[in-house]
């Protein structure tokens, strides 16, 4: 049976002006329930769950933010949640220098007219999902393997998302920097995870991982662009669960990642 369910809105602030609050008064007049958090990933993790749309209300945070605005886009992306921002035109202009124009549902540059704000907003909220109510159909939602992918190259990360998600639970991180808080709260079963990116690489993510006891059994594969000896070599020295090369053909991947989660143990795919 499927049940109509009242859409969420989550707002993404910091602080409490007096705009966000007249923002919040007239999304709830609308029917939409709004909860607020702190541009924070713990408290979004807190809050997302359940949610139809993210609201992020610019401010003076977006300036160092750039792992928090990845981490969302790849989350709203991932679970299907429409994202939208509020800000001055500069602010949204550092926004989208991580979050590409494909991800975002609406933008309202300010000043706008709070109307036709909350018109767009109600519009996005009358397209959320109506929920299947499974107790009343007598089965248990079903439980997909969790995969965590992280790599600076987006395109590889949107191509092989495609390739895994229908049979997985995907989320996908462009740096290395988010990864390990990420795995911290939601204990992915499989880590994918980039050999070489800028700031944190993979080894450093790997070693950051191994160091917490909540995070250090989780089995991590390399993706590497390198298929000599030499390379590889180096790869496997810090001793992950396997490798993987980037250039592994879609039918070989997805028959490898199968046989991880079937067997426990992963057989190092090349192209």
Not at 11 to 37: M, P, Y
Not at 63 to 89: N, Q
Request: charge should be negative; hydrophobic fraction near 40%.
């Amino acid at each position: 049976m499927l049940e109509n369910k009242i859409p969420e809105l989550l707002l993404i602030s910091q602080g409490s002006a007096f705009i966000v609050n007249s923002l919040e008064t007239n999304i709830k007049k609308s029917g939409i329930t709004v909860t607020r958090c702190d541009p924070n990933v713990r408290d979004f993790d807190e809050f997302i769950p359940g949610k139809d749309i993210v609201l992020i209300f610019a401010g003076e945070f977006v300036s160092g933010s750039s792992g928090l605005f990845s981490y969302i886009s790849s989350k709203c992306s991932e679970d299907g949640i429409h994202l939208c921002l509020v800000g001055y035109p500069n602010e949204l202009a550092v926004i989208e220098k991580t979050i590409s124009a494909a991800n975002i549902s609406a933008e309202f540059p300010r000043p706008f007219d709070m109307k036709e704000f909350t018109a767009r907003i109600s519009a996005l909220a009358s397209k959320a999902p109506a929920v299947k109510n499974e107790a009343e159909e007598g089965s248990a939602p079903s439980k997909r393997h969790s995969i965590l992918m992280c790599d600076d190259d987006m395109i590889f990360l949107k191509m092989v998302q495609e390739w895994l998600q229908r049979d997985y639970q995907i989320t996908i991180l462009k740096s290395g920097l988010m990864a390990v808080p990420y795995a911290l709260s939601n204990q992915p079963e499989l880590i994918l995870l980039d050999y070489e990116m800028p700031v944190m690489n993979g080894p450093k993510v790997l070693e950051a991982l191994r160091a917490d006891a909540k995070t250090a059994e989780i089995p991590v594969v390399f993706l590497t662009g390198h298929s000599d000896k030499d390379s590889v070599m180096e790869v496997m020295k810090l001793r992950p669960q396997g490798y993987m090369l980037k250039s592994t053909r879609k039918e070989d991947m997805l028959a490898s990642v199968s046989n991880f989660f079937a067997t426990g143990k992963w057989k190092n795919v090349q192209a």
